[in-house]
């Protein structure tokens, strides 16, 4: 992606929602607050809020309108209107005291209207989508001169969750990325994972230093598991492919937003793998894993969403390898994806990031230290306003 695009990108991710909260547009009716539907003498349907406290009253058309301000069509996403059967008679209002000011019909939780009463989306949850999306992402190999230049293609057929009282479900289904020249693939074809924030807190500390105060100490303990992870690297010392069968962590949330959408947490557990590879053998394992993983959503709207994982990986071989060492993966990476525009309120993101990984248990992968950098675009469907 050439630099300057890469700068209106960031630009308008970063200015869009206040643009859309900050637009030049008619006061909204609410959401929560009864709306009449009237008609005037030419038999037009008008949607009227009156507040009864302030003496005001908003009034806007019962369809969108044109560009040139004749009505055009029904409205999208209102409440129904289905009896018109009273007039709008605006003298009556004004005798009784109240002033009409033209208004905005109001729109659901996530949604917002233009002065034409058209609806669209402003508030999106990429915790639950469908995804494609492809990214440049030059690779360096520390020792080795110049660097790999390639494009990698990144998709999700389903990322979902489901909140059950103080409990975060979250699933995904076929997630993963395919880098071409050289080609490499990694691929996840079932995630579950489990947060639950407790109320009783674990210990209660009470300090008296000055006035005494109580401090409590939570445990918000939960699951991390995967299946059928598989990893694939062509390289000119042959062919490997790694299947991770199953994993399975237990996780210590550190922190966590009240949603649990947000959270950062340690994660330790056990996994069953084989290595196949086309000149040095298989290899059958159990792997012990620990993490530390960053999810953080950064303003309400859900348009600045930051992801960073540093991971350690131990595979010990039922049979001992070749050189009879100790195998290990180590990997950290980070990625921040911003909103930049939607198409049919289906959001259209950035993404950026930065990674690291060093490795010795792949006979056809050098045991140094490999950087990457990413740049991309990636286009979500579905993708519904966040909870509240």
């Known amino acids: 992606m050439p630099l300057s695009s890469l700068r209106v990108a960031l630009v308008l991710g970063i200015l869009l929602p206040s643009a ?51 009505r055009a069509r029904p409205l999208e996403r209102a409440r129904r209107c289905s009896v018109f059967n009273e007039s709008f008679d605006q003298d009556k209002l004004r005798a009784d005291g109240y002033q009409l000011l033209p208004g905005r019909v109001d729109a659901p939780y996530g949604w917002t209207r233009d002065d034409r009463g058209r609806v669209f989306q402003t508030n999106f949850d990429l915790g639950r989508r469908m995804y494609f999306g492809t990214s440049y992402n030059p690779n360096k190999l520390l020792g080795e001169p110049g660097e790999l230049r390639r494009t990698s293609f990144n998709f999700g057929l389903l990322v979902a969750d489901a909140q059950q009282g103080r409990n975060l479900h979250r699933l995904r289904l076929v997630e993963g990325e395919v880098r071409v020249e050289p080609f490499s693939a990694e691929l996840v074809l079932f995630h579950y994972d489990l947060s639950r924030r407790f109320v009783e807190p674990l210990l209660r500390i009470t300090t008296f230093a000055g006035e005494p105060q109580r401090h409590d100490l939570h445990l918000d303990l939960g699951l991390w598991t995967e299946a059928g992870h598989l990893e694939s690297h062509h390289t000119p010392l042959g062919d490997s492919s790694l299947w991770r069968f199953g994993t399975a962590q237990m996780t210590v949330d550190l922190w966590h937003s009240e949603q649990l959408d947000s959270f950062l947490r340690l994660r330790t557990g056990v996994g069953f793998e084989r290595l196949y590879t086309e000149k040095y053998g298989d290899r059958t394992a159990l792997t012990g894993s620990s993490a530390l993983q960053l999810e953080w959503v950064l303003d309400e709207q859900g348009f600045h969403n930051l992801r960073a994982e540093l991971t350690w990986e131990v595979p010990r071989y039922f049979a001992a390898t070749a050189e009879n060492r100790l195998a290990r993966r180590n990997q950290a990476k980070f990625e921040y994806e911003t909103i930049v525009l939607a198409i049919n309120d289906q959001p259209l993101t950035l993404t950026a990031g930065l990674g690291g990984e060093r490795r010795n248990d792949l006979p056809v992968v050098k045991d140094r230290w490999a950087f990457v950098a990413d740049a991309g675009l990636r286009v979500s469907l579905w993708a519904p306003p966040k909870r509240h």
């Open 20 to 70: 859309i909260t900050h637009a030049d547009a008619p006061p909204s009716m609410r959401h929560d607050k009864a709306v009449n539907c009237l008609r005037d003498t030419e038999g037009q349907g008008w949607r009227v809020q009156c507040d009864a406290s302030t003496k005001i009253c908003l009034y806007a058309p019962d369809e969108e309108l044109s560009s040139s301000g004749t």
